[in-house]
């Protein structure tokens, strides 16, 4: 399973790096925006903090196919290595990642229902990224159709992987890694929330208070 940060803002990319098991960074156009700051720049620093060990998705703005993949380009030769470049599921966004097929990695972006990811797999995207809780949020089933798209995939054994993303509670992330998502790719605020549990607070000041009882200010290792 493939854990990533959906964030382009470098503090919160840099603490998770240093305390969970992160295997890169996603970005779209609005996550991008909120740092107002050069774009190029931007993505250069995450690089430089991440590495080339860990992936970064980039996504393109251009509609049209010849467009996305002049983008996608440019965006490869500045950033590299260990890139996958994130397109929208339109028509012409398929087109391109067809046209990109066996040059430049890349993520369909933007899926909603199963039938979108099964036409970017067979066009040859790396990963597809069906959106939870933009799902759950007009009353569809996000995590049904991550599971649609994991079968699929197995299905027809096609090389894609299911990237989660779009995810606003815990829940949904557990729904989609039970649906077998290979990935979730998920926000500063989500990440914390994955591991905090009350009676885990508890359990812990429990621990310490008992230990003081009887040691005091005693340390393990002194
Ligand atoms: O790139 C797609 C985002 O992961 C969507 O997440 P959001 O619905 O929280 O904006």
């Not at 720049?41 to 590495?51: F, P, S, W």
């Not at 089933?141 to 606003?168: P, Q, W």
């Amino acid at each position: 399973m493939l854990l990533l940060m959906d964030t382009a803002n470098i503090k919160e990319i840099k603490q998770s790096i240093e305390m969970y098991p992160i295997d890169g960074v996603t970005t779209n156009p609005s996550i991008i925006a909120k740092e107002k700051r050069d774009f190029i720049e931007l993505l250069k620093e995450i690089r430089d903090i991440i590495g080339y060990d860990k992936m970064l998705h980039v996504q393109v703005i251009s509609q049209k196919a010849d467009e996305i993949v002049e983008e996608a380009k440019y965006i490869n030769k500045e950033i590299g290595g260990n890139l996958y470049i994130k397109i929208p599921v339109i028509p012409e966004g398929i087109k391109a990642i067809k046209m990109l097929k066996g040059e430049i990695k890349t993520t369909a972006t933007a899926v909603f229902t199963p039938q979108q990811a099964l036409i970017a797999a067979k066009s040859g995207a790396d990963f597809v990224a069906p959106y939870v809780n933009r799902l759950d949020n007009i009353s569809a089933n996000g995590i049904k159709v991550v599971s649609d798209i994991v079968k699929l995939i197995n299905i027809y054994n096609f090389n894609t992987k299911v990237i989660a993303a779009s995810f606003k509670n815990v829940e949904q992330i557990y729904g989609v890694c039970m649906a077998g998502a290979h990935a979730i790719t998920v926000n500063y605020d989500m990440i914390n929330q994955l591991i905090f549990h009350p009676m885990t607070d508890w359990s812990v000041l429990q621990f310490v208070k008992d230990w003081e009882n009887f040691y005091g200010n005693k340390k393990i290792r002194t």
